[in-house]
């Protein structure tokens, strides 16, 4: 039962970032929300791999592996994490430019129909 | 011949790059990259296509690696009619957008993302693996997002960050997908977790988790209602060269990649609502793009939500799990990404030539323009499955895949869709190009009519000429649906 309390983080980052985006009314603060819904699958998909009791998963001279956690979905979220980085940061580039034009960071600018 | 499949995700790769390296310096170079590398894709993607057609699936391992530890790019015939068409339709896009951009800064950044958005595309549609398939999709998404916001106008950069927001939040759920599905398969190789599904040893409720994460991922980028909010936000902002590639192929690519994990590693046997579910998704969508289309002023709008409603067929097609259905999708792909393009075209030279959007300041322009005219027209009774246009054999081939699988109402509902879009598209043409208008307009580039004539005879001569066609998406429905030579050749064993 203890081996699932971990899992509580990733739903309360989850809840947080959903928070984030419907209820925050700043452009930042929602990109922080999206942010935090990519933290908590990623804490997600670490926890799926996790074993108890498991060591990291090198094997140096003198030390073998007995029992090792899954290093695949911790290759996995390495990927996803450099992915986030760029979304995000292309995001708040636009989101500057948008504040130049707009002088506002409005979450309505962006959360109503855009029509010309 | 298997390291063919490598060349369509790192021929774009290159030329992108060369692009942002050097195309600054001179235009004919950038386009020569451009366009170079296109047709060397339409080469590539035309011998991969003949290979498959004959009966093999392609299969090969990325350095050496043998699956499932190793990522894999497996093609069957129904990627490589998807990358022949991705080939094709870019191509076009970047003979159009020579003209169109003339005089904007940046275009060396634009044909740069370009590429690197047929690279993404392309990648989607040649792995194998599901992971891959997420970086890809990402891949496509981030070069997406710019070049909505290409304009860097406060329209342009609200549309962009809508899209980013919601395809971000559905990425993320795409992700904890594939967590789900390597958590209960063990493996993120598609054939070998269809492989093990099919065995029945995986815990199925894990397995249903991570189809409905991976669903609903793939529902917010292929603009399923009601998931569809930023498509008629995001494609018309995008310069129509952009749009057109975005609301032919890019929503297209979602679909495929649907498609593949519902066919391939599930089974449209998973589950008893899988079908059903996706069918009546496709109604919504369809109902929802169709209405909604009949009210817009703005041609781009009224485009991008036709382009909603023809994700619902698309969409039907592949709930009604007949082999009828899967080909008439597959066809309605292919048709969709002609129609829509050369639509998205067309309002980019009328956008050119007049300066608005607005279809209600347009007007008579019939005698002014009798290409765009023509092409309009050609455009839209195909989109709505007009005989003798190739978007009616699609459609009819939805159309019997619902009868098949004993569907009436939704059929009902389709067809009675499709006389929607009819109205909407004689609407449109009406506003347009009939009636009384005072001429006001300078003449249109060449390089920007050639892209449409050539969707147009396309058009027509699928539309008249429906044999060959229908004999690759006839293949490609057969072999998702059997999905045995696909395992056994990416797995490596033998029949």
């Given at each position: ?116 | ?52 057609f004959g009966g093999e699936v392609l ?379 005072t001429p006001r307009t300078a003449g ?52």
């Amino acid at each position: 039962m203890t081996a699932n309390y971990p899992f509580l983080f990733g739903i309360i980052f989850f809840a947080l970032g959903v928070y984030g985006i419907l209820v925050k009314k700043d452009l930042f603060k929602m990109i922080f929300g999206i942010c935090l819904i990519g933290y908590s699958t990623n804490i997600f998909l670490v926890l799926l791999g996790f074993v108890e009791g498991g060591s990291v998963p090198i094997e140096t001279a003198g030390h073998p592996i007995v029992v090792a956690v899954d290093p695949l979905v911790q290759a996995l979220i390495l990927t996803a994490i450099v992915i986030e980085f760029a979304i995000v940061m292309l995001m708040i580039c636009m989101v500057i430019r948008l504040f130049q034009i707009e002088k506002s960071t409005d979450g309505n600018l962006v959360a109503t129909s855009i029509n010309e | 011949m298997s390291e063919l499949l490598v060349l369509p995700v790192v021929i774009p790769l290159f030329a992108g790059a060369l692009n942002a390296l050097i195309g600054k310096f001179s235009d004919r170079l950038r386009y020569g990259i451009s366009i170079g590398s296109s047709l060397l894709l339409i080469g590539i993607a035309s011998i991969i296509l003949r290979i498959t057609f004959g009966g093999e699936v392609l299969s090969y391992r990325l350095g050496g690696w043998p699956p499932p530890t190793g990522i894999c790019l497996a093609v069957d015939t129904m990627s490589a009619l998807l990358l022949l068409v991705i080939s094709f339709v870019s191509l076009l896009c970047v003979v159009y957008s020579i003209s169109y951009l003339k005089g904007e800064t940046g275009v060396h950044l634009y044909d740069s993302l370009f590429m690197f958005l047929v690279a993404g595309m392309n990648g989607v549609v040649v792995t194998g693996d599901v992971f891959n398939m997420y970086v890809f999709l990402e891949i496509v998404s981030i070069c997406s997002y710019p070049l909505v916001a290409f304009r860097c106008g406060s329209t342009e950069l609200r549309a962009g960050l809508k899209y980013a927001f919601l395809s971000m939040v559905g990425m993320s759920f795409f992700l904890l997908g594939v967590g789900f599905l390597y958590n209960s398969t063990g493996t993120l190789n598609m054939a070998d977790a269809g492989r093990i599904i099919q065995a029945g040893t995986a815990n199925s409720v894990v397995l249903s988790y991570a189809l409905i994460c991976i669903m609903a991922g793939l529902l917010v980028n292929s603009a399923v209602a009601p998931l569809h909010t930023w498509l008629p936000d995001a494609h018309p902002a995008a310069p129509s060269p952009m749009s057109a590639v975005l609301s032919g192929l890019v929503v297209k690519v979602s679909a495929y990649s649907m498609a593949r994990i519902v066919c391939t590693v599930y089974g449209l046997t998973f589950s008893k609502v899988l079908g059903p579910l996706l069918v009546a998704l496709g109604l919504l969508t369809m109902l929802t793009g169709a209405f909604l289309a009949l009210v817009q002023t703005d041609i781009k709008r009224l485009l991008a939500y036709s382009t909603i409603g023809s994700m619902g067929f698309i969409l039907a097609g592949i709930g009604s799990g007949t082999t009828m259905g899967i080909q008439g999708s597959t066809f309605h792909v292919i048709n969709h990404a002609l129609a829509k393009a050369m639509l998205f075209l067309v309002a980019g030279c009328l956008i050119h030539r007049l300066g608005t959007r607005d279809m209600r300041k347009m007007g008579g322009l019939m005698g002014e323009a009798p290409i765009e005219a023509t092409a309009f027209l050609l455009g839209g009774l195909a989109v709505s499955g007009v005989p003798p246009l190739n978007g009616f054999w699609s459609k009819l081939l939805i159309y019997i895949g619902l009868y098949e699988s004993g569907m009436y109402l939704p059929l009902a509902i389709a067809i009675g869709t499709s006389l929607l879009f009819l109205a909407i598209y004689l609407r449109a043409f009406k506003l347009i190009f009939l009636g009384r208008g005072t001429p006001r307009t300078a003449g249109i580039p060449k390089l920007m009519l050639a892209p449409v004539v050539a969707l147009c005879v396309l058009t027509l001569l699928i539309g008249i000429f429906p044999g060959m066609p229908l004999d690759f998406t006839q293949k490609a429905a057969e072999q998702m649906l059997s999905r045995t030579l696909y395992t056994q050749t990416v797995l490596g064993v033998g029949p």
